[in-house]
């Protein structure tokens, strides 16, 4: 039975896009099993082209090729790619060695498209280099070697898949005679097994090792000559079942490469980490900034706050005030404003708040002090602020840490609570005479308003009833000049002080302030991280050139890969798979840098602001890792589909 036949096969290079240069012109021709065929004829014949059409590696012809009744022409590309890799086993004149895998692992290669397990494989593999007399010689690298030697491994290869056809070309063209000779015999021992040995010469001493020379002459078969009879032989033709290179062989594939091109692979993946590790920061800064932003409004002003005045003038030139409750002067409130203003929707309850600057002084055995600000308690001041004791009730009062510290000792002030002071309040009655009203009031506590700044150091809180007897004890009434509504919830803060300035006062939402102040970082922060986008950008146009380099480079290697059955896909794979590869490379390079950055600016910044500045989440890693890998695999869709595309045959002739 005929195993191959080519039908009618010619072909013509366009040259220049103009010329058509013939270089088969209708060749016909029958091969059986176990021959070991010579085709002989000049350089330039045509031989090269021929094979290449056999072998499935170049579709652009007329006529067709038959392989066990099957012809070329009506199968898909997909079993081309099968037929390369089940049917044909390739040998070149340039051995094309995968040069970073060693003769074992170059041998498995076209097997690792087989769905064959790895003990297998290696088995098969061991047992073909033993064959071919090179098991000593596996786990060298393939310019470790003599060319002999490359061309049995070359040969060890070809055979890995059980092929029923042997393609040679020029096999023993760069070796000497006495090596020539032993590759010849080792090719014929194959077609003793009933292969079909197709070799391609332009020496006729080689053509006569054979078993039949076919002779060519510019791109005609001339002559047919049969020397010997053909093996007889019957080779049980093999169907291993296909399967794409697996994604776990393509990813070890990829990292051979790049141990190969270790220092320029690590060389971009630092140069790509360089734009993650700047966007990774300024998150960070982002982060740690609005935590600080938020945790110093937070311990001062409490975000359910909406403070109310009735005259404009009193506003004016403390709208920037942050005392820990903002309280101001101006004209005083009657009961009927302030049952509106707790009236309102969603108001949870009002505190009347009144604030006397200046006029009072307290006294606590020999020491007399002067009060910058005598307030009224509010639900803005935190019991986590109270250093010692707790919030004053009715005849008691809070001092400030430092005014205590000034009536007492710095050391003794604590124990200040439990005394009693005298307050004094020098005021006008409505005749405008002055008056001064006073309390003896127990110390409730110390209170440390934070670096809120210098205006709030000699302070004392009382509740507004304390204070409200101890004016009418004096018959003066006390009317509080501000009002604290407290909303439900943050939500409703901003329609509380929309009915508030309808009813015709003045408010001024702490919660606003809040919300302002974070949209600012946010903001800020993710205008910086888009800057530091750009030089992602950069580093993903960086991995496409090195990959498109890369692809360039190995070109051969591509072709070679194509030549054993390798599909696009896989070729897509392999480089996808290092591009990837690259991606988490620079990921966790940027990730590690980010990291040591901000151990090192927290240590610097810690100081100044007491907190951690750069807070560098797990999130952030991962997103950090993340986006450098999935920018890499997009930079690399581009080579790889580059890659996967090349013409088998023009991937082998690219020097
Ligand atoms: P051989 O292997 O017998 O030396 P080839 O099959 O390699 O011959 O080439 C046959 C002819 O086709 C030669 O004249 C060669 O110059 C020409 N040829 C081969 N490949 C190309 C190509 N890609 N473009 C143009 N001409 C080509
Ligand atoms: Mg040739």
């Known amino acids: 039975m005929t195993l191959l ?10 040259l220049a896009g103009k010329e058509k240069v013939p270089v088969l012109r209708n060749v016909n021709i029958k091969f059986e099993s176990g021959e070991f065929v010579s085709i002989l004829g000049e350089s330039g014949s045509g031989k090269s082209t021929l094979m290449n059409i056999i072998g499935g590696m170049d579709s652009d012809y007329e006529g067709d090729v038959m392989i066990q009744g099957k012809t070329l022409r009506s199968m898909k590309e997909k079993e081309v790619d099968a037929y390369r890799k089940d049917k044909i086993g390739f040998i070149f004149q340039s051995f094309n060695l995968i040069p970073h895998l060693s003769v074992l692992e170059n041998v498995m290669m076209a097997m690792q498209m087989t769905d064959t397990n790895k003990q297998e494989r290696m088995q098969r593999a061991k047992g073909i280099l033993t064959e071919v007399g090179l098991v000593d010689h596996m786990q060298k690298k393939p310019n470790q070697l003599s060319g002999g030697q490359k061309q049995r491994v070359a040969i060890a290869r070809a055979l890995s898949n059980d092929p029923d056809i042997i393609l040679a070309d020029e096999p023993t063209g760069s070796l000497d005679r006495d090596t020539s000779e032993q590759i010849l015999e080792l090719l014929d021992s194959i077609a003793k097994k009933g292969v079909l040995v197709i070799t391609v010469t332009h020496s006729q001493r080689v053509a006569d ?22 093996y007889m032989a019957v080779k049980e033709t093999n169907e291993t079942k296909g399967k794409s290179l697996s994604l776990k062989a393509s990813f070890k594939l990829a990292i051979k490469n790049m141990r190969l091109q270790s220092k320029r692979n690590l060389l971009v993946a630092i140069g790509g980490s360089i734009g993650i590790v700047s966007v990774l920061l300024m998150l960070s800064l982002g982060n740690g900034v609005k935590t600080y932003m938020n945790n110093e409004i937070n311990s001062t002003l409490n975000p359910l706050l909406v403070d109310v005045v009735k005259s404009p003038e009193a506003v004016k030139g403390q709208q920037a005030g942050r005392l820990p409750n903002r309280q101001r002067g101006g004209e005083p409130f009657t009961e009927k404003d ?9 108001v949870d309850h009002v505190e009347k708040v009144i604030t006397i600057k200046g006029k009072s002084n307290v006294v606590y055995h020999e020491s007399n002090k002067d009060l910058q600000v005598l307030g009224t308690v509010t639900d803005s001041i935190k019991d986590k602020n109270i250093e010692k004791g707790s919030l004053p009730s009715d005849n008691e009062v809070l001092l400030t840490t430092s005014f205590a510290k000034s009536l007492s000792s710095d050391k003794t002030y604590k124990s200040l609570v439990g005394e009693t002071i005298s307050l004094f309040i020098n005021q006008m009655d409505e005749q405008n005479q002055p008056v001064t009203v006073k309390a003896e009031l127990v110390v409730s506590g110390v209170y440390d308003q934070g670096n809120t700044g210098p205006m709030n150091d000699a302070n004392a809180y009382v509740s507004y009833s304390t204070l409200e007897n101890a004016y009418s004890s004096q018959n003066l009434t006390l009317l509080p000049t501000q009002i604290n509504a407290y909303a439900n919830n943050q939500d409703q803060v901003e329609s509380i002080k929309k009915a508030v300035d309808k009813a015709g006062f003045i408010s001024s939402p702490t919660a606003s302030i809040m919300k302002q102040v974070t949209t600012y970082v946010d903001m800020a922060t993710y205008l910086l991280s888009g800057i530091a986008g750009i030089s992602l950008l950069v580093s993903g146009i960086m991995i496409l050139v090195v990959l498109y380099i890369s692809v360039v480079e190995r070109t051969r290697e591509i072709g070679i890969l194509r030549s054993i059955g390798a599909r696009k896909k896989d ?3 392999i480089f996808f798979s290092e591009s990837a590869l690259l991606g988490l490379l620079s990921g966790v390079i940027a990730v590690a840098a980010a990291w040591g950055i901000s151990l090192g600016l927290n240590n610097l910044l810690v100081n100044t602001f007491g907190t951690e500045l750069v807070q560098l989440t797990p999130g952030y890693m991962v997103f950090g890792i993340g986006v450098s890998t999935l920018i890499s695999v997009i930079a690399g869709l581009l080579p790889s589909s580059k890659a996967a595309k090349l013409d088998p045959m023009e991937s082998l002739r690219y020097e």
């Open 209 to 230: 090792f054979g078993s039949r020379i076919v002779s060519v002459e510019d791109g005609s078969i001339i002559e047919d000559q049969r020397l010997k009879e053909r």
């Open 571 to 573: 070729i897509r794979r």
């Open 338 to 346: 302030i049952n509106k203003i707790s009236g309102i929707n969603n």
């Open 5 to 14: 036949e080519i039908k009618q096969v010619s072909k013509s290079y366009k």
